[in-house]
């Protein structure tokens, strides 16, 4: 059975950093994307950064270029999410997602077939 499982986050400062793990199990087809995303209550659910499996292009929103960066370790089938200069406007549940699919907007939502639980990030002021 496929699962990610997310770690590592928590409660933070203003200017604080957190760095998330997404761990990957059971996957017997390679996945191709992996993305985290993030969603406030009464809010959409954003992508926030993403990271191709195999050709290691990664993609983050203008937005939060040069705070977040998305990495990997293969070896691990784990993907990190570097959150620097935290603002309380970045608290959110924060997703890991996954796909076999061929991508079309690494931003979507609905590219992504598998998702972890979800973990909480508070930045307070």
């Known amino acids: 059975q496929v699962r990610l499982v997310e770690s590592g986050g928590g409660s933070v400062q203003t200017g604080g950093s957190l760095r998330l793990s997404c761990a990957a199990a059971?996957?017997?087809?390679?996945?191709?994307?992996m993305a985290w995303f993030r969603q406030v209550p009464g809010k959409e659910r954003e992508g926030v950064a993403a990271?191709?499996?195999?050709?290691?292009?990664?993609y983050v929103p203008d937005s939060l270029k040069g705070r977040f960066t998305i990495s990997q370790d293969n070896a691990k089938n784990t993907v990190y999410l570097q959150m620097n200069n935290l603002t309380p406007e970045d608290s959110a549940m924060y997703y890991c997602?996954?796909?076999?699919?061929?991508?079309?907007?690494?931003?979507?939502?609905?590219?992504?077939?598998?998702w972890g639980q979800g973990i909480q990030v508070t930045v307070s002021s």
């Open positions: 997602a996954a796909t076999q699919g061929v991508m079309s907007n690494v931003f979507a939502r609905a590219e992504y077939d598998d």
């Open positions: 059971g996957y017997t087809v390679r996945r191709n994307w």
């Open positions: 990271i191709h499996i195999i050709g290691s292009e990664r």
